[in-house]
């Protein structure tokens, strides 16, 4: 039973089963809706039968997905911040998170779109491919980049509708997006023959809708609170550890970026065979995160919502049955991937070696899920208390001991070592934010209880 209290006093409040179960579940599905957009637009453009658009396509959807994977922190931070302000019953703290959120995503994707070019020439001289295949991806970028400030909007409106642990309307929210980028990429793309060009201006129109229906629900809900003082929302030492929570998610991120990178050019290096197989294996790893996030996000609300509430019961509870549900589900999908994996593999690739040397690989992806779920779960909880110099710091110490394995086992093993070095980036990281969860939790919220 939640009970209002002024701030700084203990708000005691449930973790359910069902409480995380809301939040987890309409999360999971909100993320597998988003393959289903790549999936129709390589449909759309794969229907023109020129493969240097689909190349063109592929690569220009991975200089996006770069660039904005760096700012997903403007999503994670400002659930963070909602939460531990929902936690302490401060609905004026809520919304001048927000509006926080939301001046550093318009002025973020405002210089993302005037430096779209740039990101264009980055992204050609990384993929050093055919000239067609450049000019494809340069028509992508410029498009889909003028989408930016939707797209980092967007992610501030996730971030408050996550921190009060709103799944339903979140997943509501990223449903409405795909749907309308799917749509209009059948009619621009495939309808009216606009190809390439037709599926980047869907996306952006698909970010402009989101953007719009959320703003609609929120400002008709602010509308019934007090007016916010803008000196409020303009606090500079609110602003300041905003950007600091941000700067601390943005170098995890950039780190599980260069982890990822440095996977595929080795896997590069032991050939094109084993770089398709471990592609085609990597999918599995995907499709596993997609289910764990979901639980991620609920341990995310639920741990900062207790930090701000500065109820440690709340805290234990929201820890252990996150962990519970993670655990159980990556092992339901390791046993699945186990026993299904060759099927899976058949479906989506017809070529007879790259089908055999993944079948050779399977249990090291399939077992990703299980050496993954600690790291999830962990990162979840760390987020949402606003712990973001450990989650950095252990991150970064992952990312070195990755490399050393990198260096050591994969010379000496081959692709074998390759994979176990992805486990050991897994493990460590879930292991050491594990072994400073309890000394973090125990100084928050007892220095929480000597301020009461």
Excluded at 178 to 193: D, Q, T
Excluded at 229 to 253: E, K, P, Q, Y
Aim: glycine share 10%.
């Amino acid at each position: 039973m939640d009970s209002a209290s002024p701030e700084g006093r203990v708000t005691p409040f449930s973790v359910t089963n069902r409480s995380v179960l809301a939040i987890a579940v309409p999360m999971t599905l909100a993320y597998l809706t988003t393959p289903f957009i790549g999936l129709v637009g390589t449909g759309v453009v794969g229907q023109f039968g020129d493969a240097a658009l689909l190349g063109g396509l592929a690569a220009g959807a991975v200089a996006f997905d770069v660039v904005f994977t760096s700012f997903n922190f403007l999503r994670a931070g400002t659930t963070a911040l909602v939460a531990q302000a929902f936690g302490r019953n401060d609905a004026s703290e809520e919304q001048a998170v927000f509006w926080r959120a939301v001046v550093i995503a318009i002025i973020a994707g405002i210089v993302l779109a005037l430096t779209a070019p740039l990101t264009s020439l980055a992204g050609q001289w990384f993929m050093s491919a055919e000239p067609r295949v450049n000019e494809t991806l340069d028509a992508y970028v410029r498009i889909r980049m003028l989408g930016a400030p939707f797209a980092l909007v967007n992610y501030a409106v996730l971030g408050y509708v996550l921190g009060r642990g709103e799944g339903s309307f979140a997943l509501f929210l990223q449903a409405s997006l795909n749907g309308v980028n799917i749509a209009l990429s059948l009619l621009l793309g495939l309808s009216l023959g606009w190809g390439v060009e037709g599926v980047a201006w869907a996306a952006v129109a698909g970010e402009a809708a989101g953007m719009a229906i959320g703003f609609v629900v929120l400002l008709r809900r602010f509308a019934r609170q007090p007016r916010l003082a803008r000196g409020r929302i303009f606090d500079a030492g609110a602003f300041r550890h905003l950007f600091v929570l941000n700067r601390d998610i943005m170098i995890r991120s950039l780190s599980l970026l260069v982890a990822f990178a440095l996977f595929t050019r080795q896997g590069a290096q032991f050939g094109t065979v084993t770089l398709a197989a471990n592609a085609v294996l990597m999918n599995f790893f995907i499709a596993a995160g997609f289910f764990l996030d979901g639980f991620a996000a609920a341990a995310e609300q639920l741990a900062g919502r207790a930090v701000g509430a500065r109820y440690e019961p709340a805290f234990r509870k929201a820890v252990y049955l996150c962990s519970i549900w993670g655990f159980a589900l990556a092992g339901t999908m390791t046993t699945v991937l186990m026993v299904f994996g060759a099927d899976l593999i058949a479906l989506i690739s017809t070529a007879e070696d790259v089908r055999a040397a993944a079948i050779a690989f399977l249990p090291w992806a399939a077992f990703t899920a299980l050496s993954g779920v600690l790291a999830f779960q962990m990162d979840g909880i760390f987020i949402g208390a606003a712990w973001s110099r450990d989650m950095r710091n252990m991150m970064v110490l992952s990312l070195v001991v990755f490399v050393v394995a990198l260096m050591t086992l994969a010379p000496a093993f081959g692709n074998h070592g390759l994979w176990a070095a992805l486990h050991l980036l897994l493990i460590v990281r879930g292991v050491c934010l594990l072994a400073i969860l309890g000394p973090r939790a125990r100084a928050t919220f007892q220095s929480g209880a000597a301020a009461h």
